[in-house]
């Protein structure tokens, strides 16, 4: 999304510059779609998109040299020096190290953060333990290494974003930024769309995510397994490691259609083909683009009621919501939908309209309005 609204500011007669981690294959300085783009290659024992592939006895030392790194704290400054930007707003920090923040504060510029997970406060980013659960009680290791990060960077933002209110509220409730502003700025949607007329012969169920425990599709396929009807179809798109697990649980029944993972035009046409999505999370999601992608072809959301989710479905409007792992509830909301499809018309024109409080120049305006209020 990040290169989207960086090429929307272009579009709109503004100066943007992007840095970003570097690729063998890709120049060190270019300029595409009116975005001037530097890419620099943080010194460390291995890239980033590594990661998940290197030895578990190599991560502690990634992380190490990842929480302040000189070699990204003197790249970035030079690259600052030279550009002074008018205000720097800074995403993802992994693989930059927290010295980005303290690069951009040795040249007093106005500083914007977003945050997009919760790196600052576990190491994880998701707050989720080994077993999958969330973690309410974190380890020594964790509790030093989230300790260094809150010294590391607390209050050098000056304003600092998130796409949900409920991340805001996490970050200060762990005792970060109780100084600083926060603004809750949705992510953006290019609706170019128009609303979607669904066909309800066969009431289509979508779920399109990770297929890992955080996410919940094992609650859904075990709710859907409960519902007699034949009518219905529960489309899974999506790759990860409970995929055999979850082709076990749904027990040979072919309403359930496993179709990998889609992207571009596949995967918009099963957005316009379904009647509702479910969001089944049972970690604290901050605020899915699916739900954005899904109000977009007009489909309602069936969400659990945690994290941002709740900021995004509004109950009986645009979708509904469920405590998050009670299958029983799901299972209800489900059959009350199939046993009253003539409700789906309203919560469809609903999503679409929901839709369009997420356009791209909406969000652009919104954040040029914080950008000339920090100027």
């Known amino acids: 999304m990040v290169e989207k609204v960086a090429e929307a500011l272009a579009k709109r007669d503004?100066?943007?510059?992007?840095?970003?981690?570097?690729?063998?294959?890709?120049?060190?300085?270019?300029?595409?779609?009116?975005?001037?783009?530097?890419?620099?290659?943080?010194?460390?024992?291995?890239?980033?998109?590594?990661?998940?592939?290197?030895?578990?006895?190599?991560?502690?030392?990634?992380?190490?040299?990842?929480?302040?790194?000189?070699?990204?704290?003197i790249k970035l400054k030079s690259i600052l020096k030279k550009e002074m930007p008018d205000v720097v707003h800074i995403h993802n920090f992994k693989g930059f190290s927290l010295s980005a923040f303290d690069s951009v504060k040795s040249l007093n510029l106005p500083l914007i953060f977003t945050a997009h997970d919760y790196s600052l406060i576990c190491m994880r980013a998701n707050l989720m333990n080994s077993s999958g659960d969330i973690c309410d009680d974190s380890s020594i290791l964790c509790e030093q290494y989230n300790n260094i990060q809150r010294y590391l960077i607390d209050n050098k933002p000056d304003i600092i974003i998130a796409p949900s209110k409920f991340v805001i509220d996490k970050l200060k409730s762990n005792g970060l930024f109780k100084k600083v502003k926060g603004v809750v700025l949705p992510n953006a949607i290019e609706s170019n769309h128009v609303k979607v007329n669904k066909n309800y012969d066969t009431l289509d169920f979508l779920y399109v995510g990770a297929l890992e425990k955080h996410k919940g599709p094992e609650i859904l396929i075990k709710?859907?397994?409960?519902?007699?009807?034949?009518?219905?179809?529960?489309?899974?798109?999506?790759?990860?490691?409970?995929?055999?697990?979850l082709q076990e649980i749904a027990l040979d029944n072919n309403r359930i259609i496993f179709h990998g993972f889609l992207r571009g035009k596949d995967l918009e046409e099963l957005?316009?083909?379904?009647?509702?999505?479910?969001?089944?999370?049972?970690?604290?999601?901050?605020?899915?683009?699916?739900?954005?992608?899904?109000?977009?072809?007009?489909?309602?959301?069936?969400?659990?009621?945690?994290?941002?989710?709740?900021?995004?479905?509004?109950?009986?409007?645009?979708?509904?919501?469920?405590?998050?792992?009670?299958?029983?509830?799901?299972?209800?909301?489900?059959?009350?939908i199939i046993n009253e499809p003539n409700m789906l018309k309203n919560l469809e024109n609903n999503a679409y309209l929901s839709s369009q409080n997420f356009d791209m120049d909406k969000h652009v305006y919104n954040l040029e309005k914080i950008y000339r209020e920090l100027i």
Do not use: C
């Not at 100066?15 to 060190?28: A, G, L, Q």
């Not at 890419?39 to 290197?54: A, G």
């Open 223 to 245: 709710a859907f397994n409960r519902i007699k009807e034949n009518n219905i179809k529960l489309h899974i798109v999506g790759k990860g490691s409970e995929f055999l697990k």
């Open 14 to 73: 503004n100066e943007v510059i992007v840095i970003t981690t570097y690729y063998n294959e890709e120049k060190f300085v270019e300029t595409k779609n009116g975005v001037k783009i530097y890419r620099i290659d943080p010194l460390n024992v291995y890239k980033m998109y590594e990661h998940q592939s290197k030895p578990f006895f190599m991560k502690p030392l990634w992380h190490s040299i990842d929480l302040w790194n000189p070699h990204v704290y």
């Open 271 to 336: 957005y316009k083909r379904a009647n509702v999505l479910v969001i089944p999370s049972i970690w604290y999601d901050n605020s899915p683009m699916v739900i954005y992608e899904s109000f977009m072809n007009s489909t309602p959301v069936i969400g659990s009621e945690i994290g941002g989710i709740p900021e995004l479905v509004k109950k009986e409007y645009n979708g509904f919501l469920f405590k998050p792992g009670d299958i029983d509830e799901l299972k209800a909301i489900m059959e009350n």
